[in-house]
């Protein structure tokens, strides 16, 4: 091979590497999406994806109601994605805007992740994911993982089965209560669960369990 091949090859490789990279990137990072939605989205839309923001009596259009069931049945991810993109008609008005003027793919992808919770998940988050947020990496990345897997680096050197909080299904099956419940007092006597109730105020508590939920792939 000549140089000119080579660096083909190195160019062929990379760009399908890229390919791949940006197939992960596109399950979209509910929080980030839950993030995107409130600075933007709710404004319309409302808290919870109802179409009743503060902005949606302002305007004349009928603002959607994201959780509505035909539209989680009839609409894919990948509509969903482009609806919001603005790269397929929505509606009938014009008011919606074009987000992809706005926002990177990825970023949209993460959006398309929070709509779906809104529309899937059971449980309403019992707090403030942003505070959550925090918690989460100061306290529970050593076991459950940065990712919130189960995966953190404590599990490599101490047996035990971390809660693996990426699963919707799984996370679905737990109320609220069930789940600030351990967070509050732990398992004793089951596993190494702490407890968290000396070291967490009640508000960071609620957050991280929010927190937790938007760690799921409601796709
Ligand atoms: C200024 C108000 C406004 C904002 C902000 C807004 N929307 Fe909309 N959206 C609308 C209106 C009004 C409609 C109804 C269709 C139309 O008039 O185009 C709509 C329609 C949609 C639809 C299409 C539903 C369908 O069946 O065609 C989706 C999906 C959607 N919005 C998602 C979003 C997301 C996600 C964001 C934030 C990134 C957002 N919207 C921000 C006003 C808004
Ligand atoms: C020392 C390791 C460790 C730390 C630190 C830790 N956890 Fe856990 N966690 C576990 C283990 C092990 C389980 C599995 C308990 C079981 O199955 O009985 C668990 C289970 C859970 C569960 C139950 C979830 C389910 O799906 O059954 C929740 C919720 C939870 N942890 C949240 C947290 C939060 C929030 C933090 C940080 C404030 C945290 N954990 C910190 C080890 C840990």
Redesign the pocket.
């Known amino acids: 091979m000549n140089s000119f091949e080579i660096n083909s090859v190195k160019f062929i490789v990379s760009f399908f590497l890229l390919a791949v990279i940006s197939l992960n990137v596109q399950a979209g990072n509910t929080y980030e999406g839950y993030l ?2 409130n600075q ?2 709710y ?3 409302g808290d919870s994806g109802k179409g009743d923001g503060p ?1 949606a009596n302002k ?1 004349d ?4 109601d ?1 959780t509505d069931g035909s ?1 989680m049945k009839d609409a894919s991810d990948q509509r ?1 994605f482009r ?2 993109q603005g790269t397929i008609k ?8 074009q ?1 992809g003027l706005a926002l990177a793919g990825p970023q949209i992808d993460s ?1 398309v992740s929070y ?1 779906r919770f809104l529309q899937r998940s059971k449980h309403a988050l019992p707090g403030d994911p942003t505070v959550g947020a925090q918690v989460y990496i100061d306290r529970c990345v050593a076991c459950h993982g940065r990712l919130g897997k189960g995966d953190g680096i404590l599990t490599t050197v101490m047996k035990m089965n971390a809660a693996d909080h990426t699963n919707s299904m799984e996370m679905n099956k737990h109320p609220n209560s069930q789940l600030i419940e351990i967070v509050t007092n732990g398992t004793p006597g089951k596993s190494l669960m702490p407890g968290w109730k000396d070291k967490l105020s009640k508000e960071e508590i609620d957050g991280v369990v929010s927190y937790i939920r938007l760690l799921s792939n409601y796709r």
């Not at 259009?61 to 959607?64: E, G, L, Q, R």
């Not at 929505?90 to 805007?97: A, E, F, I, K």
Request: hydrophobic content about 50%; glycine content about 6%.
């Open positions: 995107l939605y933007t989205c404004l319309c839309h902005l305007i259009a009928d603002v959607t994201l539209m969903l609806l919001i929505h509606g009938s008005g014009d008011t919606m805007p987000w959006i709509v």
